[in-house]
């Protein structure tokens, strides 16, 4: 089973069995051509599309379509990527992380990490003294290090960037 999502409110389930492809739980049947070059003509309940694929991301589960000219953008998630979603582990919980911010005012006391240095999530990057306590700073996620926004000794506010991520 795999959910399709199209804009922000169009949502099918569609199912793939061999020699057959359902959605919503009723057989989509059609006919498709290809004319190459990533285009397709397509047949559905008598109706004729022109499909080109503009896009196709992989990883992100995304395939940017051009239907007898308007562009589309559909969205994939299996089973699996549903079950995360209903754990609060979804896509949006594992977006790339760009930078990271002072959690509190303080002083910076010990810089870990460089620019071009790969880190791995949890790994120590600053230290971060406030109210007379050390706090470490840890990469929130697999990344590469683009810039160290402080020194040693230097004073931080809430929210001001630290480290940049590229």
Request: glycine share 10%; net charge negative; hydrophobic share 40%.
């Amino acid at each position: 089973m795999l959910q399709v999502t199209a804009g922000s409110d169009k949502v099918w389930e569609v199912d793939f069995r061999p020699g057959s492809i359902t959605v919503q739980d009723q057989p989509f049947n059609w006919d498709i051509m290809a004319l190459g070059n990533e285009r397709y003509h397509v047949v559905h309940e008598g109706r004729s599309f022109s499909v080109e694929v503009v896009h196709v991301d992989r990883p992100g589960k995304t395939v940017e379509l051009k239907i007898n000219g308007q562009q589309m953008e559909l969205t994939g998630k299996d089973r699996f990527d549903l079950l995360l979603d209903k754990m609060g582990l979804g896509a949006a919980a594992t977006q790339k992380v760009n930078q990271l911010k002072a959690p509190m005012p303080g002083l910076i006391v010990d810089v870990r990490v460089e620019p071009g240095q790969t880190v791995q999530k949890g790994d120590a990057l600053l230290v971060l003294e406030a109210m007379k306590m050390e706090n470490i700073l840890k990469a929130p996620a697999d990344g590469t290090i683009s810039d160290v926004k402080v020194r040693m000794r230097d004073n931080v506010t809430k929210g001001q960037i630290l480290i940049q991520f590229g």
